[in-house]
């Protein structure tokens, strides 16, 4: 398989949004007093707001901690370790390691496919949480780590505090074994799933641990979307496409309990007011699970050959997943993602008319900034499907940037472009314009 065309079939890829956002209402009282709700995505830690139906409802108080301080780390640029037969990008978007022998070529592919993962920059809920995904953003996952286990270790955490650590935790090793070679992973992925079941054994009638048994599901499908992108770029020692599904199935059954719990808590909440769980935020639920179906759905999809039936037929049950959400009229952020993730099944499914009819709907408008760069690159790629790649350029001549922010999936369209260009040249015997589009690739990097 050519460069050209394994770096084309990574545009699958889910963008522009962390694999990890439990996603789960809740209500404040500066929430009440112009009729919006907080929404936490609680393994992010992040919060956006959306109308709420109960602008009284107020979910828990929580204690205020004093982290280690945080100034020290800020402007911190901390190369990893380096392991001996690896190579190491220089972008700091990138930081990830390969092993010796992958393409150059590859080595772009991937090291966009990992900062794409880590896409969301929201801010924590709490100080601890902050402090803990400021290390994480630095890759200090081993301190980030520690000051997990720290916090959990103390006996006076609140329920709530205690299962916002053990997801933080749970996400920390999980960030960190994206970040590590695959030969070392293994562990921390392990270490994902033992704090969960940890967490299980110490409360097992938590009402909350329904977010936490989410987050489990967001880590396996992480793992599993990782394997596909490996698989798909033919990295020397990645897994296969069978693999990849495997884990991929794995996710959806995961996914799959925490959808009949969730609706199980939401037919308990209508018999007993004093849930420790609002309808509002299991309804908030119930869409991410929705979501985060389809995201499945579209990686297992991308494991079988284009024009296949069953890739035909994962993608077809990921529109019918989010044509709802899509259509919703409140625009919050999973709505926002939906709509970028159904032009993308369409173009995937062949329908680059309607594809290209979902993103004209999307611009008129007005959407932010970063699903506005999503939808430029997403144009992009309906362009080069349909063989012209020109045009596609175009689009992309538009520019990197949109209100100062930046979107690596765009710079992963920029990289297949200059790649398409390249092709097109040494298929025409033009070396002088092929070294043109190599160093356009090269600048990319």
Not at 40 to 66: F, I, M, W, Y
Not at 273 to 279: F, G, H, L, T, V
Request: charged letters at 25%; hydrophobic letters at 40%; one cysteine or more.
């Amino acid at each position: 398989m050519s460069g050209q065309e394994v770096i084309s079939r990574m545009f699958g890829i889910v963008r522009h949004r962390c694999p990890y956002a439990v996603g789960v209402t809740h209500h404040s009282p500066a929430s009440a007093s112009d009729g919006n709700a907080v929404v936490v995505d609680r393994a992010t830690l992040g919060t956006r707001t959306q109308p709420a139906p109960n602008p009284e409802g107020v979910s828990h108080v929580r204690r205020v901690r004093k982290p280690p301080s945080v100034k020290p780390l800020q402007g911190l640029l901390v190369p990893s370790v380096r392991t001996q037969g690896a190579r190491r990008t220089s972008r700091p978007w990138a930081t990830v390691w390969y092993p010796v022998g992958v393409r150059r070529w590859q080595r772009i592919a991937l090291s966009i496919v990992i900062s794409l993962l880590f896409a969301s920059h929201s801010s924590a809920e709490s100080l601890d949480e902050r402090y803990i995904a400021g290390l994480n953003e630095r890759r200090l996952f081993s301190l980030a780590q520690a000051q997990c286990r720290r916090l959990l270790a103390d006996q006076t955490l609140t329920p709530d505090e205690r299962i916002d650590f053990t997801i933080a935790l749970c996400r920390t090793y999980a960030e960190h074994a994206l970040n590590t070679p695959r030969s070392e992973r293994n562990e921390l992925w392990n270490a994902a799933t033992a704090t969960v079941e940890e967490f299980r054994r110490a409360a097992p009638d938590s009402p909350r641990a329904i977010l936490v048994e989410m987050q489990l599901a967001l880590t396996i499908l992480a793992r599993g979307e990782l394997a596909r992108q490996e698989a798909e770029v033919g990295a020397p020692g990645a897994p296969s496409l069978e693999e990849a599904r495997r884990e991929l199935l794995a996710a959806d059954q995961q996914l799959e309990q925490v959808g009949e719990l969730a609706e199980r808590l939401l037919r308990e909440v209508g018999r007993n007011p004093r849930a420790e769980m609002s309808e509002q935020e299991l309804i908030s639920l119930q869409r991410n699970i929705d979501y985060q179906k389809a995201r499945t759905l579209r990686n297992q999809a991308l494991c079988y050959p284009a024009k296949s039936p069953e890739r035909s037929d994962a993608l077809i049950r990921a529109l019918q997943k989010l044509g709802p959400l899509a259509q919703s009229r409140t625009a919050d952020s999973l709505v926002w993602d939906a709509r970028i993730d159904e032009a993308t099944c369409l173009r995937l499914r062949g329908q680059l008319a309607e594809a290209a009819a979902r993103l004209d709907k999307l611009e008129e408008t007005r959407p932010p900034s970063k699903i506005a760069l999503l939808a430029r690159a997403e144009r992009a790629r309906i362009y080069l499907d349909a063989g012209r790649a020109d045009e596609a350029l175009q689009v992309l001549k538009a520019g990197r940037e949109i209100g100062g922010r930046t979107a690596a999936e765009l710079d992963l369209a920029h990289v297949e472009n200059y790649v398409a260009k390249w092709q097109e040249a040494s298929q025409a015997n033009n070396q002088q314009q092929a070294e043109a589009w190599q160093q356009q690739e090269v600048g990319m990097i």
